[in-house]
């Protein structure tokens, strides 16, 4: 199976872990220069750029699964529904494309778009 997998930002491991676990995600791997984070068939990867801002940074991915109310349920104790901010959660909704999409910030302002596989 092809695949790509995003390459984000992290300002301190310790605080990139503790927030993607509290979302269901497990530690793949980890050293010094590399973090790999797992939950289920979706995979992040994460590299130091203790430098990042998260109110300018234009880092970004998608997250594409069958179960959208579930991730967004991981999401809200964690994330919370706001307009600015960081960590924050946007609720999904359908866009004009037709998909259900959320959104949401996580502290080091990266921007995962939570879409429901259709």
Excluded: K, Q
């Excluded at 430098?51 to 809200?76: I, K, Q, Y």
């Amino acid at each position: 199976m092809d695949r790509a997998t995003p390459n984000l930002p992290t300002r301190e491991m310790d605080a990139t872990v503790a927030f993607y676990a509290a979302l269901g995600f497990d530690v793949g791997f980890r050293d010094e220069a590399w973090l790999v984070l797992y939950r289920g068939d979706l995979m992040l990867e994460f590299f130091p750029f203790p430098e990042v801002d998260p109110e300018t940074s234009s880092f970004s991915c998608c997250l594409r699964v069958d179960d959208l109310d579930a991730l967004v349920a991981a999401c809200e104790p964690v994330a919370p529904v706001a307009d600015r901010g960081w960590p924050r959660l946007h609720l999904p909704t359908v866009e004009s494309s037709g998909l259900r999409i959320g959104y949401l910030v996580d502290p080091d302002g990266t921007l995962l778009r939570l879409i429901h596989n259709s």
